[in-house]
């Protein structure tokens, strides 16, 4: 069950009034050595972010099996594509980003970690002009969308993701949706503030105030993205958005190393794992690859 602290946040969004514009971050590429080396440590695997990466890694790797190759628009770091990465062995991965340094520091975090099933390029995932129509047999994307300036430019990213896309292809984008309020925003920027950097903070609260709406989601995916495809986000307050194609059959092997790497957690990021599956689950997302058969 969710933190009872939740519960006032939640009715503070769906009594109050959107009173939140959209906030784009300051700077589109994250370039400077510094500042990458500083995200990028904070944002680790084994950080504050660990039931976030755990709960995409999961979802991700019921929506690719059968894949032979996988797109990542806005890889960063590539902590999220490497846990992927390393679940599903017998895939290639294709990790883009725009910053070279953010790029630079992906592969050495995939060669320390051993994993050889991932190349990285630079490119605009708005573009996607190094990419052939129908090449990708999947596409994915974790908590990068918000990064892009406006609207435009996210229609033109789902407009080349439904291009490089195969007709069947596989599709999980997952991001913010905008919140209503900024004492919204505040609640969830600073509510774990005392186990991360200062700097992680205030990039999380950037973030959230650029995220877009849910309801734009919807329509880029009525319009954008093929017909198979599903949103769904954390019930009654959209917190996050997930838009996916259907699950496959996933192997017990995968599950089980799912499985253990969820009983690892500590519990406090357990917990947190585990109000991601409640609310979701609440708007019809199924299929938990967290209980073992």
Sequence with gaps: MPSLSLIPVILH??????TLPREPEPNLVMDDPQQVSAFVAAGRIDGVM???YQFHSARISMVIQ????VLDLGCGPATQLCQVAALNPDISFIGVD?????????????????????????????????????SMDAIISTMTLHHLPTLQHLTDCFASINRVLKPDGALYLTDFGRLKSLKSVIYFAYMNTTNQPHIFTLDYERSLRAAFLKEEFESLTTVNLPKQVELFSTYLVPFLVIVKTEDKPISNDILEKIHFMYQQLPAQYRKELDSLRFFLRL???????????
């Design 13 to 18: 969004e769906i009594f109050a009034k959107r």
């Design 50 to 52: 660990a039931a976030a």
């Design 66 to 69: 059968g894949c032979n190759t």
């Design 98 to 134: 725009l910053s070279s340094n953010m790029l630079e520091n992906a592969k050495q975090y995939a060669q320390s970690l051993g994993i050889r099933n991932i190349e990285f390029k630079l490119a605009d995932i708005t573009k996607l002009e190094d990419f052939s129509d129908n």
């Design 283 to 293: 708007d019809g997302l199924r299929n938990d690859p967290f209980i073992l058969n």
